[in-house]
């Protein structure tokens, strides 16, 4: 809830502000990750990226991929699945 929270609050400034909105974004997909809900972690990280991209922020594009890749990961461990 509070990611969520954060991403209404970022979305409703005055001013753009595409960094702290990507950041929330983040958030909000490491929280869907985490609780399981990979396709909406997913939709959450192309927000962020959407956003880091806009700015050409490689270092927080290079931390959404690396967020995505980890949670892949702990989501096929969990699943029993692999390469």
């Known amino acids: 809830e509070a990611a969520h929270g954060a991403v209404a609050l970022g979305e409703g400034l005055p001013l753009p ?3 702290e909105q990507g950041q ?5 997909a490491q929280a869907h990750a985490a609780s399981g809900d990979i396709e909406a972690a997913r939709a959450a990280w192309e927000e962020a990226r ?3 991209s806009a700015l050409g ?10 967020a995505q890749a980890a949670a892949s990961a702990g989501m096929i461990s969990r699943s029993g699945g692999g390469g």
């Open 17 to 19: 502000q595409p960094l």
């Open 24 to 28: 929330s974004y983040v958030m909000l």
């Open 50 to 52: 959407s956003r880091f």
């Open 57 to 66: 922020s490689s270092w927080f594009l290079r931390q959404v991929e690396d």
